[in-house]
């Protein structure tokens, strides 16, 4: 069905999520007295939320079929001959990302009825990650640079607030804020690029900029002769490494899992950390007019990909493994656009979502079987357990390290050629970033697993070491039990965590399992299914774009010849050699000779404490920057303030006056005879002022 898009039906995928967050948000809670119980307020928010499942399913079948939108649907002011607009910009691009934001928001919301039914904030989680949703939808929806920078800072915003949701903790409060001033660090960057491309592309809106690429590409930066274009692209993917958790911008995403489970999942698989991916995607007509970005962007995520991977073997919290396991997948994105394989990169992005969120919501499956531990020291043997929970965690990290037919070896094996097929500076180095991703990824994916669903039951014991790897098990209090946190924080909020002697884990309930189940089938298939059109057909015709010198995913099409003979040809190839050996070895290690981690970390210690204070970032950011915060800010008090501002300007004029006036004071005497003497001495000086002097010629 060629043509154009309904734009009033396309109005109501961003508008159903945020009605059932208003709903939810102001008849749920205290603003409004309650009105609305929690049934209504889980009910109106998912409903909200399939209803923009279901239509953006609809357009995406459009979009293949032909159709598309790009229109404006209101304009907020026009400064100048500059519209300030709220449009749709509807292409195979959008429509995916429409599809894969609503289905997962879907999963999160099903799933959070079972995992919150017990917090006293139930409604105002459900608004929250219904706003949420409506936030990112409108970022991927826009087709301009105002409606992109308001869905960019908005899905900052609630980020903040989902955080920070159990706001009793101080570690919960610590997280949020951290999060929400790198996100401030990148988004500076971020609007400089705007600005740059607004003030000399005189518009705001993508085509018009995409149509001026030509001259922008000829212009220096005033003062400098750095490219014009260069600048911008760099600026826009600051924005992007604040979003997507780069290096040195990643610091807040592990930490952000102070928040509950489910918005770890929403988070880290479909929205927030996506958004800088699929914003340097959208701007590939830009970032392709400039090398230098694109090799800058390629070692970053290289960086990214490799030594966050790293800091994934080190951690016993079961959340935190996961989300560095984001960061590193984030790395694989980010160089797969810097090897100009956008496709790749979004394709990357979508099978990432599914097997991500999976295992998100697998790992708070097992902490609510656990009664809230989350150490992965102190499971095992979970399988018999938890079977549901067991088969599709296996089926996330399956699909995580890329085994073949699962949907992350189509992505990832993809990335890898894209890599090694480009001539870019700093593509050497990204290759065996990735390649060593590989090995690293499979080994603290099934570290994880193993230590989780086999080997010794060691729950119902003494913890272990439960202050270490940053209190993670214990700052990462996660679940129902936040409704007593003002109590936790008098008591020791973590005495009752785990299972007591003699108790067993359970299953989860169904509302728990459903999403678990209906992810772990797109996490099996999608890849199989979707490598073809989205690689190598006409899916992103016309809306990725990729320059003639930059010939890798050329190279990548001349090698396809299928997705069954694709894997077949990886079962000798060095990824999986590499995947099947971390499998291997992290075997070895954890089930078979556990005393070989003990003397490795004996043996290279000076190794182990770097990555056990994750390479001293923190640390660093904490004494030059914060620290250099706290010192400025302490100068510009102590001089500028108290010096200038109150010292000089303020009491200083006050002190002027005063002394003024003590002096004209002598001259207020009160006697007439003085009084007289002053007027009588005044006339004569006017006389003199202004008559001619009577002996002058």
Same mark, same amino acid.
């Given at each position: 069905?060629a ?5 009033h039906l396309l109005l109501?995928v ?7 967050s208003?709903i939810?948000?102001l ?6 007295g309650?009105v609305?119980g929690?049934? /209504?307020?889980?009910s109106?928010?998912?409903l909200g ?9 609809q357009t ?6 032909g159709?598309?939108?790009n229109g ?11 519209k300030f607009e709220v449009?749709?910009? /509807? ?5 995916l ?12 919301h099903?799933y959070?009825i079972?995992y919150m039914?017990?917090?006293e904030?139930y409604?105002?989680f459900?608004?929250y990650i219904?706003l949420?949703t ?9 087709n ?10 908005a899905?900052g915003?609630?980020?903040?607030l ?5 706001y009793t903790?101080p570690t919960?409060i610590?997280?949020n804020?951290?999060a929400f001033l790198?996100?401030r660090?990148?988004d500076f ?5 705007i600005g740059?491309l607004?003030?000399?592309a005189?518009s ?7 149509a001026?690429?030509t001259e922008?590409a000829?212009?220096t930066?005033?003062?400098t002769n750095?490219?014009?274009?260069t ?8 924005g ?6 780069q290096?040195p911008l ?6 952000s899992m102070?928040?509950?489970?489910p918005?770890?999942?929403?988070i880290?698989a479909?929205?927030?950390?996506t958004?800088? /991916?699929?914003m340097?995607s959208?701007m590939?007509?830009l970032?392709?007019?400039?090398d230098?970005?694109l090799?800058?962007i390629?070692?970053?995520?290289a960086?990214?990909?490799?030594f966050?991977?790293l800091l994934?073997i ?11 396991s984001?960061?590193s997948q984030?790395?694989?994105m980010?160089v797969?656009?810097g ?5 790749v ?8 979502a599914?097997?991500?969120a999976?295992?998100f919501?697998?790992?708070?499956s097992v902490?609510?079987?656990m009664?809230?531990?989350?150490d992965?020291?102190?499971m095992?043997?979970l399988?018999?357990y ?6 599709t965690?296996?089926?996330g990290s399956l699909?995580l390290?890329?085994t ?5 070896f189509y992505?990832?094996?993809? /990335?890898?050629d894209?890599v090694?097929?480009s001539?870019?500076p700093g593509?050497?180095f990204?290759?065996?970033s990735v390649?060593a991703g590989?090995?690293i990824?499979a080994?603290?994916s099934?570290?994880?697993?193993f230590?989780v669903f086999?080997g010794?039951?060691r729950f119902?014991?003494?913890a272990h070491g439960?202050h270490?790897?940053h209190a ?6 996660d679940?129902h ?6 109590d936790?924080?008098v008591?020791d909020?973590?005495a009752h965590?785990?299972l007591?002697p003699?108790?067993k ?7 728990v ?6 992810l772990?089938?797109?996490s099996?298939?999608i ?7 989205m ?7 016309g809306v ?5 010198t930059h010939a890798a995913m050329?190279e990548?099409a001349?090698?396809?010849?299928g997705?069954?003979a694709m894997?077949?040809h ?7 050699l590499l995947a099947l050996?971390?499998?291997?070895v992290s075997?070895y290690f954890y ?5 070989v981690?003990?003397w490795?970390?004996d043996k ?8 056990e ?10 004494v030059?920057f914060a ?7 302490g100068g510009?008090?102590s001089?500028?303030?108290k010096?200038l ?8 004029s006050?002190?002027?006056v005063n002394w003024?006036?003590k002096?004209?004071?002598l ?8 009084y007289?003497f002053?007027m ?11 008559l001619?002097?009577p002996?002058?010629?």
């Open positions: 069905m043509g154009q898009l309904n734009p109501a961003p508008l159903a999520p945020l009605v059932g208003a939810a948000g008849f749920g809670t205290k603003f409004f309650n609305v929690r049934k /209504i307020s889980h109106v928010t998912i939320v399939l209803i923009a499942l279901i239509i953006s399913i995406l079948l459009a979009v293949v079929g159709a598309s939108y404006t649907l209101y304009t907020w002011m026009t400064v100048a001959g500059m449009g749709f910009l /509807i292409d195979s691009l959008t429509a990302m429409m599809c894969v934001v609503t289905f997962v928001s879907l999963m999160v099903i959070t079972g039914k017990d917090d904030g409604n105002r459900f608004s219904s949420f409506f936030s990112m939808l409108m970022l991927v929806m826009s301009n640079f105002l409606q992109l920078f308001f869905g960019w800072e899905v915003l609630v980020s903040y989902l955080i920070g949701f159990w903790r919960a610590k997280a804020m951290k790198v996100n660090v990148g960057g971020f609007i400089l690029g740059l607004m003030a000399y005189g705001m809106n993508y085509a018009e900029v995409f001026r690429k922008l000829q212009l930066l005033p003062g750095w490219m014009l274009l600048v911008a692209c760099i600026c826009l993917f600051i992007a490494m604040g979003k997507s958790a290096f990643h610091v807040w995403l592990p930490d102070e928040g509950p489970t918005i770890s999942a929403l880290h479909a929205t927030m950390v958004a800088g /991916i699929f340097v959208r590939s007509p970032f392709e007019l400039s230098t970005a090799s800058v390629l070692v970053i995520g960086i990214t990909a490799l966050m991977g994934g080190m951690q016993t919290d079961i959340k935190r493994v996961v989300a560095y984001t960061l984030l790395g694989y980010t797969a656009l090897a100009s394989a956008y496709s990169a979004v394709f990357h992005l979508m099978t990432h599914f097997f991500k999976l295992l919501l697998g790992a708070g902490i609510i079987g009664h809230h531990d989350q992965i020291r102190n095992g043997g399988r018999k938890m079977p549901i929970t067991w088969i965690s296996l089926v699909a390290i890329g073949p037919f699962f949907s992350g992505s990832k094996d993809s /990335i890898i894209a090694h097929a001539t870019l593509a050497g990204a290759y065996f390649l590989v090995f990824t080994f603290y099934f570290r994880m697993y230590l086999h010794e039951e119902g014991k003494a439960s270490d790897q993670s098990a214990a700052v990462s209090h679940a039990d936040a409704a007593h946190a003002v936790d924080a008591h909020d973590h965590d785990g007591a003699g108790q884990p359970h299953e989860s309930p169904l509302v399992t459903l999403p678990l189940i209906l772990a089938i797109p099996a298939i890849g199989f299914l979707a490598i073809g059109p690689l190598f057909g006409d899916f992103f015709k990725l774009f990729v320059s003639e050329e990548l001349h090698e396809y010849h997705p069954v894997a077949v990886a079962l000798t190839s060095p990824p999986f050996a971390g499998v291997l075997y089930m078979v000779n556990p005393r981690p003990a490795i970390k290279f210690s000076p190794i182990y404490t770097l990555l204070n994750k390479y001293y970032l923190d640390k660093f950011n904490d030059v620290g250099g915060a706290r010192l400025l800010g510009l008090w001089i500028g303030d010096g501002i109150d010292g000089l300007i303020v009491n200083g006050a002190k002027v003024f006036s002096v004209m004071r001259g207020q005497t009160g006697y007439i005879y003085h007289a002053v009588i001495i005044g006339v004569l000086g006017f006389l003199v002022w202004f001619p002097f002996f002058a010629n």
